[in-house]
């Protein structure tokens, strides 16, 4: 069997706990079984098959075939199973037969041909004759020994002995009787007898299938003395398999890892697209309008950063990290745009409405200028900061492909057929470190712009004072990444709804954002530039000075400026006396000049000045 490339799984010696011995058989996943039994113990094997269901078209039995006509018939003498049930657990197996009545028409050694024993032996033994294999090998086995013992004999007498001086301890003797017995052929009832170097006679073999009702159907045979490539024969068309093909000798098992849908990935990266192109149109529309004065008091140039972050946010979509060569690199470049393109989006919007508060949440009067540059560079230093984290995790604890497997499951299409699923993480012995850090950093920077939110809530002016919309882009953003978390660690064994649930809001949480933020600019700005360039004027005591709707714009800013900054001076000036209307003026022309004069200030424009009253009368201030 080695020779033939066949593996023995396990052998078992049956006695008395049957059971035991098929269950050892259904754990290892046996699927073609040799059994060496007697007749009586073949039926109490076959009731328990049937019991276990160890029968079907997944297994093939193998059976001796000297078991007498109908043997299964005698199932309820031995056993607690009907006929029925034994012919339903047998239905399928095979046996072998040795056969002498198909392959020998030549009359054998004592000169009778086959039919002619054959009629002796029923005539002498009337109606006690047994079986026709039992008396082939019988008759052929009495002429080979006697063959064989005249050929010894003959050769003792060349060495002066003979078999009448045999004794068990003369090896010599032994040997010779030996080497003649193997080297006789003859022509016998089972058909031409020759025995090989082991000793044993080839004799050929009919291959039959037990098929139900029908009974023994033989399906091939096997020819030792015919020439090899003529030796075995099977007729493929009167084999009736029980599942319409042969079984395999074991459950073959399939690896297939669990992907996202292909069909799934294409749908949100188009949705991803077109969240990319809408991105796109609003840095157009920032850039190309940066000089409108809605869009100019709004920091273009932190909008600008804003929308690249979203534009990172939703380039992760875009990305599979189930399947390819590169996987790892897909899960760094994952981790990379999600960290940066948040530190960008809520970096810029955060330090943005800093500014804000910075300026207008003054409890002194002095003046406080915050340049752009001065807010890029935060937002640089905290995406430098998601940077560093993800080196020094690239480098100290690198990311791997970790397989994990699920239960195998048997193909509804093929019962010998396994699945195993798989499923590819991403994974790194720190892993949870690093994240916790990551987690911890845009944690914060949350917490920071809900602190500014609370914090300018009353500041009234909507150009530059985003604190409504953060609040409400917080709270989507918190519950975003609530549902993210949970998901990961919910149905991270399907990774089709995972990617769909996870994809689904960043893409949803980052088209918010940019809706809250940037829509009311864009409506706002719209009603703004309907007021048109008629020509105003403004009556400024003894003389009237004709503006724009730009420059009107700016007066009633600075007017708006000015009732904010006069608690302020109230409170500076409750050591003095009095304060006249002239020194109040005077103070805050000073303060709006600053203000206008900023890189990067509220507003610009033309500048516009205030009335200066005539008057010089001392105003009392009361606390």
Known sequence: MEKAGLEVVTTEVIQNE??????????????????????????????SVYKMDLYGPKYVWLLPGWFSQFWWRQAETYTDCTTEEIVQALDGHMTTFEDFASYNDQPS???????????????????????????????????????????????L?????????????????????????????????????????????????????????????????????????????IDDALIAWKGGHPPADSTRLRRVPLVIS??????????ACLGCASVFLLLAYNIVKRNERVIKMSSPRMNNIILIGCLFVYATVLLDPTQGQHQSAVCQIYNALLAVGLSLSFGGLFFKTWRVYYIFVNTRMQSRIVKDWVLMLMVGTLVLCNVLVLLVWDIFDPITIQVNKLDQVVSPNDWDL??????????????????????????????????????????????????????????????????????????????????????????????????????????????????????????SG???????????????????????????????????????????????????????????ALYTGQS????????????????
């Open 542 to 600: 003894s003389k009237t000075v004709p503006v724009t709707a730009a420059v009107a714009a700016n007066a009633y800013k600075s007017v708006a400026l000015f009732a904010i900054k006069l608690d302020d001076l109230v409170s500076e000036s409750m050591t003095k006396t009095a304060i006249t209307p002239l020194e109040m003026s005077r103070a805050l022309a000073a303060k709006m000049e600053k203000l206008q004069k900023a890189d990067g």
């Open 109 to 155: 050694i004592s000169g009778f041909d086959r039919d002619s024993l054959f009629k002796e032996y029923y005539r002498r033994l009337s109606g006690n004759a047994g079986s026709l294999h039992v008396f082939g090998l019988g008759y052929d086995t009495m002429w080979a020994t006697a063959l064989g013992l005249d050929k010894a004999e003959r050769t």
């Open 262 to 271: 292909r069909d799934l990935h294409i749908i949100m990266s188009l949705v």
């Open 418 to 539: 396994s699945l195993q699923y798989e499923i590819h993480f991403c994974v790194s012995e720190h892993k949870s470190i690093f994240t916790g850090v990551l987690y911890v950093m845009h944690g914060l920077l949350l917490l920071f712009g809900a602190f500014l939110t609370w914090e300018t809530r009353n500041v009234k002016y909507k150009e530059f004072n985003d604190s409504h919309m953060i609040g409400a882009c917080i709270y989507n953003v918190t519950v975003v990444a609530f549902v993210c978390v949970a998901m990961h660690h919910t149905i991270e064994n399907k990774p089709s709804e995972l990617y769909a649930i996870t994809s689904g809001c960043l893409m949803f949480g980052t088209l918010v954002t940019e809706a809250l933020i940037f829509m009311p600019k864009f409506l706002q700005q719209r009603r703004g530039s309907a007021i048109g360039p008629a020509n105003q004027a403004v009556s």
């Open 18 to 47: 049957i059971d035991v011995h098929l269950r050892s058989l259904k754990s290892r996943d046996v699927r073609i079984i040799f059994t060496g039994v007697y007749q009586d113990v073949a039926l109490k094997l076959f009731c």
């Open 157 to 233: 007498r060349e060495r002066r002995q003979s078999l009448s001086d045999f004794s068990y301890g003369d090896a010599e003797m032994g040997d010779v009787i030996l080497g003649s017995v193997r080297n006789i052929s003859f022509n016998g009832v089972k058909g031409f007898i020759e025995f090989d170097r082991n000793y044993d006679v080839p004799s050929v073999a009919v291959i039959k299938q037990f098929q139900g009702d029908k009974g023994y159907v033989a399906i091939g045979s096997y020819v030792p003395y015919s020439a090899e490539e003529d030796r075995l024969h």
């Open 608 to 623: 516009s000045s205030l009335p200066v009253p005539a008057s010089s009368t001392p105003v009392e201030l009361c606390a």
